[in-house]
C-alpha cells in the first residue's frame, strides 16, 4: 500500500476539482511547467527541479496527497492573467508547497506572496 496519494493534473480547473476531492486530507503541490511528447518540460528550471522534489516525496507524511499539476504551454504561463497566478498569486515554477500554509518546502520555491503559496 503507498504512504501517499499522487493526484496528477493538468490545469487549474484540474487543480481545484483535485483540492476540492481531497480537502479533508494534507496536500502538498508541485507546480510545473507542462511537459511535451517527450516527457520534456518547456521550463528549464523544473527538469532540474523533478528528481530532488521525487525524492523529497520518501518524506512525506503517510495518508497525505500529492499533486502533481502541469500549469501549462509558456505562453499560457507567462501571461500574467492566468489563473494560477491571478488566484493563487504563484509566482514561478517550479514550485512546491504544501496546500493552505505558508511555509516554503524546498529551495525551489521562490514565490513569497500569497494565501496558498510559500
Known sequence: MARYE???VSGFGDF???????RDKTIFVYF??????EGRSWC???VQ???V?????????ENAVFIYCQV???P?????????????????VPTLLKYGTVSALCPFCRSGRGAHCC
Open 6 to 8: 499522487e493526484v496528477r
Open 16 to 22: 481545484c476539482g483535485a483540492v476540492e476531492q481531497h
Open 32 to 37: 510545473t511547467g507542462n511537459k511535451d511528447a
Open 44 to 46: 528549464p528550471d523544473c
Open 49 to 51: 527541479a523533478e528528481p
Open 53 to 61: 522534489v521525487l525524492e523529497a516525496l520518501k518524506h512525506i507524511p
Open 72 to 74: 501549462g504551454d509558456r
Open 76 to 92: 499560457y504561463w507567462k501571461d500574467p492573467n492566468n489563473d494560477f497566478k491571478k488566484k493563487l498569486n504563484l509566482t514561478s
